[in-house]
């Protein structure tokens, strides 16, 4: 169950991971013909290639030495995986990730470069441990949750923050919805200091059980279809989740996997921006109208896709 999560918890989660990571900056996207005025967060330029790095630095820097001599673990498509190993290497924290066996080459490759121990298991068994929690075979370690946390979340806000700060006067924000660890740190944020302020999840066809949960109200599970989408898009939204971010978001934009490929490409041509399938799905909302007009800003949540996956879609291929 996620604990406190306020405006203090997300700036002081600020000053802890100050010089850890990146103020990633907010550019223009280069199309003039656009629905909206549509921004790039461009959290892609992190140094694990996603906002994961955020939250986990957080999280690791409220354990205890006890815990940090124990070890962590975590569960994730990859990204958390990422960023739960290299603050561990950083500071020399024994480290495990279980990861899905369908998780890509590219970030299997940076995790095993961040010195983590990988176990890989079936979609269906990673997702169970993150609601449980617990994994047998780790038993003592801690397990430092992927976005239900409040630390994790907090650390995530910190983006909400910078973006007002580098658009005091943004129409909406878009945001991609895996388990809502990033929609509530950020939307907790805004919504602290711009309450206007509309912010949107986005999910893929594939696998959008938020946006079925708005539409019965509650929380919803859906068939999950896997595609190269795998940074977001569940089968279920955790009901803790789902009474988080109920108040905080608008709703949840659904886009195709044409859409999210077609935007991709577009973020690789015009602003020689490279998004993984999560971070595309933001731009391929704003770009389709779904998010309304104003200014508005799409987090691009990271850039770790697979490179020959990247390579079909610059052919105009959808993978």
């Given at each position: 169950m996620p604990n406190l999560l306020d405006l203090a918890s997300i700036e002081a989660a600020r000053k802890r991971i100050e010089g850890l990571v990146v103020r990633t900056p907010l550019v223009r996207l280069n199309v003039d013909d656009a629905p909206a005025e549509i921004y790039l967060k461009l959290e892609n330029l992190q140094r694990t290639g996603s906002f994961k790095v955020r939250g986990a630095g957080n999280a690791i820097a409220l354990l205890s030495p006890a815990q940090?001599?124990?070890?962590?673990?975590?569960?994730?498509?990859?990204?958390?995986?990422?960023?739960?190993?290299?603050?561990?290497?950083?500071?020399?924290?024994?480290?495990?990730?279980?990861?899905p066996d369908t998780a890509p080459a590219t970030k299997l490759a940076a995790i095993r470069r961040f010195g983590a121990t990988i176990v890989q298991l079936s979609w269906d068994?990673?997702?169970?441990?993150?609601?449980?929690?617990?994994?047998?075979?780790?038993?003592?370690?801690?397990?430092?949750?992927?976005f239900a946390d409040s630390s994790m979340m907090a650390g995530n806000g910190t983006i909400g923050l910078e973006i007002l700060e580098d658009m005091s006067d943004v129409d909406a924000v878009v945001i991609p919805f895996g388990g809502g660890g990033l929609s509530a740190g950020i939307a907790t944020a805004i919504k602290s200091k711009r309450p206007r302020t509309r912010i949107y999840a986005c999910e893929p066809e594939t696998a959008a059980p938020l946006a079925a949960s708005f539409a019965k109200a509650v929380p919803a599970e859906v068939k999950r279809t896997p595609s190269f989408v795998d940074?977001?898009?569940?089968?279920?939204?955790l009901p803790e989740m789902w009474n988080?971010?109920?108040?905080l978001l608008e709703g949840s934009l659904v886009v195709s996997l044409k859409e999210i490929a077609s935007a991709i490409r577009l973020l690789v041509e015009r602003n020689r921006v490279v998004a993984e399938g999560a971070g595309g799905s933001a731009v391929a909302a704003a770009l389709a109208g779904k998010a309304g007009k104003g200014r508005i800003v799409c987090v691009v949540s990271g850039g770790n896709i697979d490179t020959g996956v990247l390579g079909k879609i610059l052919r105009g291929e959808v993978p």
């Open positions: 940090r001599s124990r070890g962590v673990f975590t569960c994730s498509a990859g990204n958390m995986a990422q960023a739960l190993a290299w603050h561990a290497k950083r500071l020399g924290i024994p480290c495990t990730v279980i990861v068994e990673v997702w169970e441990i993150g609601i449980s929690r617990r994994y047998a075979p780790l038993q003592g370690w801690t397990f430092v949750h992927p940074g977001i898009g569940a089968s279920s939204v988080l971010v109920r108040p």
